[in-house]
């Protein structure tokens, strides 16, 4: 059986036990699972494909694929697109997760990953044998390192990259013979600085050789329980992904697909979103400085990352008294143990209720 460390959330049940009792009940502030309605769009998507009873393709439908690429070319700046660059995935924390044992790397092999990050990029690793090393300085990199991770906004911390950053990325990763994997699942939600892709020629100078770019629905367009997402880059080591997955039965199903271009054509609904997280943003993060916390980066994404300069788990323990729900820093890796994670993703409600809590101190 393969050994993994525990699943981090389970380490939050007291503290949840704890906020619970509160009065007023629980703000759950710990997880970014997406409240708001799945729009429309989607479900409508979703029913018009759900005569499905065939099995669905590994590769995706022409439909899909070609969803895919509209929205990537058109939203990301991407150069051209062939069908060959694309593949739906199961949720992109399947591909977080796979990625390394897809690509064959073992215990000689280096899986790089943001020092202030989300926890999968490691197990990936582990879960492949290959050596899990978080680093932020492209330079530092070691010589066999075969996968690069980057995650521009970034969970937890908010922070953006800019061009110039993901350009010394992309420059050491080929250096290296590497991919270069970005993870861009929060890029429609940038507050203070414009969210780039690895696939826009400022950063790839037109070539996505070893390049691949992850992107989701599940924040985007409230379609967390979907699991729809897709990767695209480097023709080549697209199609090797598809060839494997062929064999392991990896495929989206057909409805979700249909779902998935549906979202991908409209983007109005991610607007109206985008207005929902940015009116939360303006309650919450005031009412968390008025009560002391300092919030680093936190330019992206929808969480703020806060801190008073103590233990996280102190810091949890505090929010749980005033029945909020916030998940500690040491999630997200031993330099971040003395701050928390506050995510955006709770009714505008529950948020009112946070920032009163916060207020009476």
């Given at each position: ?13 007291a ?18 699972t ?31 694929r070609?969803?895919?690429?509209d ?7 991407s ?20 990625l ?11 899986v ?22 978080p680093?932020?300085?492209p330079a ?11 995650n ?8 953006i ?14 250096e ?17 600085a414009?969210?780039v892709s ?32 897709f990767?695209v ?29 549906a979202?991908?054509a ?13 009116a ?14 300092t ?8 969480y ?22 916030v998940?500690?820093?040491d ?6 143990g003395r ?8 009714s505008?409600?529950r948020i009112?209720?946070?920032a ?6």
């Amino acid at each position: 059986m393969l050994e993994l460390p525990g699943f981090p959330w389970d380490s939050l049940a007291a503290a949840k036990e704890r906020a619970a009792r509160h009065p007023g009940g629980l703000v759950d502030l710990s997880v970014g699972t997406p409240v708001d309605d799945t729009p429309d769009v989607a479900r409508a998507g979703l029913g018009a494909a759900s005569n499905a009873h065939g099995y669905p393709t590994v590769w995706g439908t022409p439909e899909c694929r070609q969803g895919i690429v509209d929205y990537v070319e058109r939203r990301w700046h991407s150069p051209s697109l062939r069908h060959e660059s694309v593949m739906p995935v199961i949720g992109t924390k399947e591909i977080v997760g796979w990625l390394p044992t897809l690509l064959g790397l073992d215990a000689h092999d280096v899986v790089a990953y943001p020092v202030e990050a989300y926890p999968t990029y490691e197990i990936g690793a582990l879960a492949s044998g290959a050596r899990p090393v978080p680093c932020d300085d492209p330079a530092e990199l070691p010589s066999n390192t075969r996968l690069i991770w980057i995650n521009s906004p970034s969970n937890p911390t908010g922070r953006i990259l800019s061009v110039d950053e993901m350009r010394a990325f992309v420059a050491r990763a080929r250096e290296l013979g590497a991919v270069l994997a970005s993870d861009e699942c929060y890029g429609e939600f940038a507050w203070d600085a414009e969210a780039v892709s690895v696939l826009d020629p400022r950063v790839s100078d037109g070539d996505l050789t070893g390049l691949l770019a992850v992107h989701s629905v599940s924040k985007r367009s409230n379609a967390a329980g979907y699991r729809a997402g897709f990767v695209v880059g480097d023709p080549e080591l697209v199609q090797g992904l598809v060839g494997i997955r062929k064999h392991l039965g990896m495929m989206v199903p057909a409805p979700i697909q249909a779902a998935l271009v549906a979202m991908l054509a409209d983007h109005d609904h991610v607007e109206a979103q985008r207005e929902r997280y940015l009116a939360r943003r303006a309650t919450l993060r005031p009412a968390l400085e008025a009560a002391g916390f300092t919030i680093d980066h936190s330019e992206g994404s929808l969480y703020l990352w806060a801190t008073r300069g103590e233990d996280c788990r102190a810091t949890v323990d505090w929010f749980a008294d005033r029945g909020i729900l916030v998940a500690p820093g040491d999630f997200y890796g031993p330099t971040s143990g003395r701050h928390v994670r506050v995510a955006l993703t709770a009714s505008d409600e529950r948020i009112a209720a946070a920032a009163t809590r916060l207020a009476a101190g």
